[in-house]
């Protein structure tokens, strides 16, 4: 069995006290021995970062604490070179262990930030990728994660309240297609609609539904999966999807 979780953000004036507010969730989730946590896309004041280890200090040290793999969201990232956004992975020793870069820029981030190319694997309590916001839209970006080997996946994002109903379609039918939990975490204020998604599957006589679990307000919730339950129907999944043109 693996915890896992996530936290519903706010708006807070800037980011030392937007990091100070999560801070108390992280512990909270960290007492409650929460294995890995999952932060929504630009929950800060200032969402571009220019020194990670130093923005996420605190994060780093209650995640060597609880023994707790932490991705703290996704921000943009400015160098000479390019603009990213990149969603970091703080690992259960403290360290930054990889990063995901966003595979599909949306919108007007098309006219700056630099599409990721590939989909990575992470392996700390359990193997997991990281879809970042408009990646989801994309069935193959799911499908490329899961066919690497991971066992769930979580999707740092940002969605305005008129977008929630097509984005909580897009969880759940990623989840469906490919036998897979996935985490999905929302900023909730007077623009963005909240809502964050914890989606588990169950099966009942060959018939695969969604079980849902929606975050409402500032909070940090977390759920208990046994992730190799998926795997013989995710096999099966797969085994039945043909070749065709």
């Known amino acids: ?41 630009q929950w800060l004041k200032n969402n571009e970062i220019k020194d990670w280890d130093l923005e996420f200090l605190d994060f780093k040290k209650i995640a060597k604490e609880f023994a707790m793999t932490i991705i703290p969201g996704a921000f943009y990232e400015i160098t000479k070179q390019k603009t990213s956004i990149i969603s970091p992975i703080i690992g259960p020793k403290g360290e930054f262990v990889g990063r ?34 408009y990646d989801i839209v ?7 994660f899961v066919n690497k080997g991971a066992q769930v996946l979580f999707s740092p994002c940002k ?6 109903e097509s984005w909580q379609m897009y969880v759940k039918v990623r989840a469906l297609e490919n036998r897979i939990p996935i985490l999905a975490a929302n900023v909730e204020n007077y623009r963005f609609g909240g809502n964050s998604l914890i989606i588990d599957l169950t099966e009942n006589n060959k018939v695969v539904t969604t079980k849902v679990m929606k975050l409402n307000g500032e909070c940090g919730k977390s759920k208990e999966f046994d992730l190799h339950k998926y795997e013989k129907s995710r096999k099966v999944r797969f085994l039945d999807s043909n070749k065709f043109q």
């Not at 994309?138 to 490329?144: D, E, L, R, S």
């Open 1 to 41: 069995m693996v915890k896992l979780g996530l936290i519903q953000t706010t708006s807070y004036s800037n980011n030392q006290k937007g990091i100070s507010q999560v801070s108390k969730i992280l512990k909270k989730l960290g007492r409650e021995n929460t294995d890995i946590v999952c932060l929504p896309e």
């Open 100 to 133: 995901q870069e966003k595979i599909h820029p949306y919108d007007y981030e098309k006219d700056n930030v630099k599409p990721g190319k590939e989909a990575k694997i992470f392996n700390t309590s359990c193997k997991f990728g990281v879809m970042i916001c």
């Open 138 to 144: 994309f069935p193959k970006v799911a499908n490329t």
């Open 159 to 164: 969605i305005v309240r008129r977008g929630m």
